[in-house]
Every structure is written in structure tokens, then in C-alpha cells.
């Protein structure tokens, strides 16, 4: 295990680290004290391990490698992401996953605003609430929150699915309820347990998904501008 | 950007080091907003006394003037003490409002930063490490406080277009975002009998709420109106002589984070802005709800 200390090192020098590590390696990060944009552009299988909680854009961009934030994170997390896993124990803030197109991201308190906006395939489980906007522009992927959704849940989606255990405040724009079918039973206990997650009840889970009444330009709205 | 800070103290041991807790905070916010600082210090009052802060450009020639002035006038008795361009003046409560008029007939130059019984606003351009070192704010003690470190957008990079802005009596609001409504708001407000001394749309939000307070709204209720009222990106920090209050637009895209201990509330625009704080590892730390007041008062 390889000591990372930001009492020591710069970011750059930190990132730079991770960065150009061996494939396999194992990295332990501390006193990160908010930093932003830590752990950034990873892209062989690694783990790090982060004690404390960090700033704005954390992971962002990551392949292959498995982060865990033992604290919070502030917006950004886990942006366009395209494999890997990101697991973080407290809260994370405004957009965590944005535009993410593949691995999971496990959130176990809660996330904020914007949540998995325009994700593209990634799965994105928050054990907490989640707040207004998630998964706005969803494209592909899951959202799994056991908490309550804040307003306007999943606001012009297309394919991505969402599975809400608590309250949801308000749909967005094209935004419905949808049945729940043994078929997706069976991909949400896939989801869940490809992260690890054990304690959870599936038939307290309800789906929502697209309407898809947005996706061809209807003529008769067509007065409206 | 603009970074904002706020510290909110439960405890004897953070109200002594109140100004140097806020230095630090303020300090780490450097990258939010690097060509403005500014503080509002509320510190103890002393009975039957107000103080008048006054900036003044040319502060050696000014000042000099201004208390030669105000000795000249037999009835006022005052202390004046001189913090760089500032000059806070003591006096007896009664004469505040008559030494405010002579100041403004008397001194078009100088400039007023705010009246009150607690609270002491410094702000300066410059860097926050230059501006908290020029005022020597982490020698300061006070039951709360709050600061902003400021990316102009809206407006010139003055003294005056820092923050925080101060429109009534202990009262003062910094703001990370923008307004898109506040020329017409401004006018609607000068309609109404408010000032203004610059074009920002930070100092409309500050006199949209005093003015609600003013007219027999508390606190919570001036902040629920601007919600209302208000177009545009906002994050808010307003401080008065009892405590601060915090309001984020319903959109909620300027970040803000809240710790509370036993000894402190604490509002930092990231996380970093807290991490100087004792204990913050014990503290619970939370995102303020969009389109919620949250108010923590003595």
C-alpha cells in the first residue's frame, strides 16, 4: 500500500501518481481537505482508498479503477465517467455522475441536486435522497435511490431507468411511472448486488422511466412558437 | 464564483478568535474570487453607543479632516479609531443619525460602509490574505461574522462594489451569483426611498431585504420574498446583530455548505473554506436545501 499524504504532496504530484501508477496498485489518500479534481483521468485498474472528504470533481473522467471517498464529496463526481467503481461514505453534492458512460457509483448518504444528469450507461445508487433534477436528460444506465427524489425526477428522459424506494416530490417533463416486471426485479438485484449492496427490500422499489412522447417533434405544438 | 464564509459562535472559545477563524476561512476561498475581499465583524456592543464605519481613498488626508471636523463640534463626543482605509467612530447613539448627515454633506469623498451597534465592515480590493492582513481582522473577536471574497461580473472592481453590502442598521448581506431582475428592482426600490451608492446587483438584494425588514418583515420573512421577487442565481448570506441567515435560489447551482458543533455554526461556499476549523471532523455537515431559510440567531 502506497501513503499518499496532501500534508506532503501537491494535487498535481498526487494525481500524477495515481496516474502513471502500475496496473494492480493499491493507494491510500490523506488529508485531502476538500481538495479539488483529486484522483482525476485514471485509467488502468487501481484502487485508492481517500480518508476525508474532497472537493469538486472528484474521479472525474475515470476508467478501470475502484475509489473509495471515506467522507463527502463536493459537485461533480465521478463526471463522464466511462468504467470503475466510485464509492463514497458520506454525502456528495450537484451533479455526481453527470454524463457518465459506465461503472457505478455507490453513495452511501446523500446526493444533491442534478444527480446523474445526462448520465449514458452508468449505474448510479444512492442510499440516501436525492435532490431536484436527477437523472435530467437520462440517457441510458440506472439510478437507484433508496431515500425520497427531489422535483422533477428524470425531467426529459430518454432511456435510462429509475428505481425509487422513498417519496418522489415531483415528476419531470416525460417522466412516468412504469410497471415494475420480474425482468426488472432481476436487473435491479443485479445492479444492487454488482455493488456490494445486501441490506435492501425490492418490492419497496417503484420504476420510472420515459413517456417518450418527446422524442418526435409533435406538429400540433407546432402554433406554440 | 465568489466564495462566501460565515461563522456563527456558540462558545467563548470561538467568539475570541473569531476574526482569526474567519481570516483562514476567507483565505482558502482565494480561488473563488481573487480581485475583492470584504468582512462584517459583529462584535459586543457597549450600551447607549453606535458605530459609524467610514472608507475614505486617501484615508491619511481624510480622516485627519473628518476628526478635526467632528471635534469642532462640542455636543458630539466620540472615539475614532483608523484600520487602514477604514475609520470606525463611536458615539452616543442618539447623534449617530445627525453625524451621518454632516459626514455626507460635509465629506462627499468618504463613503459610510454601515451604522450599526455590533457590526464592523471592512472590505478593500485585493486578494482575501492582503485584505484580512491590512485590517488585521484575525485579531478581532465577535459573536459572528461573516465575509466574501469576490470574481466581479456584474459590476467595476471597487471598494464599494465589494462586499459585503450593508443597507440597514447591523445588517449586511454578501452574495455568490447573479441577479438578472435588479435594474429593475432598483428602480422600483428608489421609488420607495432607498439609496444606492453603486450599479451592483448584490447591493439591491441587500436593500430589497432591508427594506422588507424595514417595513415590519423579520428576517425570514424579507428572505421568503425574495425568493418571489428575486431573478436570478443566488446564494445568500445575510448577517444581523443577532445571528446570520443563508438562502440558495430554488435552482441551487452556487454551492453552499453548512457545519454545526456544539461551539459553532459554520457556512463555507466549499468545504475547504471549513476544514480550519476545530473539530470540523466531528461536525455534521450538510448541503442547505434549495429555496430554504436557515437562520442560527444569539
Known sequence: ?225 | MCGIVGLYAKKENISANLGLHLSKMLESMSDRGPDSAGLAIFGKPIAKRAKIMVQSQSPEDDFQKLKKFLSTKKEISFSFETHSTHAVIKLDVKQKDKVVNLINDTFPNLRILSVGKKMEIYKEVGRPAEVVKRFEIAKMKGSHGIGHTRMATESAVTTLGAHPFSTGEDQCLVHNGSLSNHNSLRRELMRKEMTFETENDSEVAASFITYGMNSGKTLKEALESALVELDGFYTFVVGTENGFGVLRDPIACKPAVLAETPDYVAFGSEYRALTSLPKIEKAKVWEPEPATVYFWGH
Open chain 1, 1 to 225: 500500500m502506497n501513503i499518499l499524504d496532501f500534508n506532503k504532496l501537491s494535487l498535481r504530484d498526487i494525481n500524477k501518481v495515481l496516474q502513471e501508477s502500475d496496473k494492480n496498485s493499491f493507494f491510500s489518500i490523506r488529508n485531502p481537505k476538500g481538495s479539488h479534481a483529486l484522483a482525476v483521468g485514471i485509467n488502468k485498474q487501481i484502487t485508492v482508498k481517500v480518508i476525508g472528504s474532497v472537493g469538486y470533481y472528484c474521479a472525474g473522467m475515470n476508467k478501470f479503477s475502484d475509489i473509495k471517498v471515506e467522507g463527502s464529496a463536493g459537485p461533480g463526481l465521478g463526471e463522464n465517467m466511462m468504467s470503475g467503481n466510485i464509492h463514497v461514505t458520506g454525502d456528495v453534492s450537484q451533479y455526481a455522475g453527470a454524463s457518465g458512460h459506465g461503472g457505478s457509483i455507490l453513495v452511501e448518504g446523500n446526493a444533491s441536486s442534478r444527480c446523474g444528469i445526462s448520465m449514458k450507461g452508468l449505474d448510479i445508487i444512492v442510499k440516501g435522497n436525492v435532490g431536484h433534477m436527477s437523472a435530467f436528460m437520462a440517457q441510458k444506465g440506472n439510478l437507484v435511490i433508496f431515500g425520497n427524489a427531489g422535483h422533477a425526477l428524470g425531467d426529459s428522459i430518454y432511456e435510462a431507468n429509475i428505481y425509487v424506494a422513498g417519496e418522489v416530490a415531483s415528476l419531470g417533463a416525460d417522466c412516468i411511472e412504469k410497471k415494475m416486471t420480474k425482468k426488472h426485479l432481476s436487473k435491479l438485484e443485479n445492479i444492487l448486488s454488482n455493488a456490494n449492496v445486501s441490506d435492501y427490500n425490492l418490492d419497496t422499489f417503484r420504476r420510472f422511466g420515459s413517456a417518450r412522447s418527446l422524442y418526435n417533434f409533435n406538429v400540433d405544438n407546432a402554433k406554440i412558437y
